[in-house]
Nanobody
Framework: QAQLVESGGGLVQAGGSLKLSCAASGRTFSSYAMGWFRQAPGKEREFVAAISRSGGSTIYVDSVKGRFTISRDNAKNTVYLQMNSLKPEDTAVYYC???????????????????WGQGTQVTVSS
C-alpha cells in the first residue's frame, strides 16, 4: 500500500489555473503508475489522467486534453496535476491514486488503483 495526500485545491474563476499535488509514502514511489480521478456531486468518480512509473507516458480523458498536464517527480515522491483554462464543469473533488499493475495501460478504471488519497476540492466559478 501507499499513503497518498493531496493538496492544492481551492476556488478559482473560470479560465484560471490550479496545480494539485499528491505526496506519496509507504512504498517505492517510482515502482507504480499514478493517476488522478475526480468526483462531482451526484456523479460517479471518473478518470482524469495517469502517468507511468518513469513519467514517460501519460493519458488523459478527452474532456481535459490540452488543458491539464500530469507530471511526477520521483525524487520528491510527488505527482502533480496542472489544470489550466478551468471550466465550471471541472468542479469536483480530485483524488490521486496509485496503480500497482506492473505495466502502463492504454486506459484505466477505478479498479486498477489500489491506494487512494482523501481528495481535495476544486471549485470553478463562472
Amino acid at each position: 500500500q501507499a499513503q497518498l495526500v493531496e493538496s492544492g485545491g481551492g476556488l478559482v474563476q473560470a479560465g484560471g489555473s490550479l496545480k494539485l499535488s499528491c505526496a506519496a509514502s509507504g512504498r517505492t514511489f517510482s515502482s507504480y503508475a499514478m493517476g488522478w480521478f475526480r468526483q462531482a456531486p451526484g456523479k460517479e468518480r471518473e478518470f482524469v489522467a495517469a502517468i507511468s512509473r518513469s513519467g514517460g507516458s501519460t493519458i488523459y480523458v478527452d474532456s481535459v486534453k490540452g488543458r491539464f498536464t500530469i507530471s511526477r517527480d520521483n525524487a520528491k515522491n510527488t505527482v502533480y496535476l496542472q489544470m489550466n483554462s478551468l471550466k465550471p464543469e471541472d468542479t469536483a473533488v480530485y483524488y490521486c491514486a496509485a496503480s500497482f499493475i506492473p505495466y502502463f495501460k492504454s486506459s484505466y478504471q477505478k479498479a486498477d488503483f489500489g491506494s487512494w488519497g482523501q481528495g481535495t476540492q476544486v471549485t470553478v466559478s463562472s
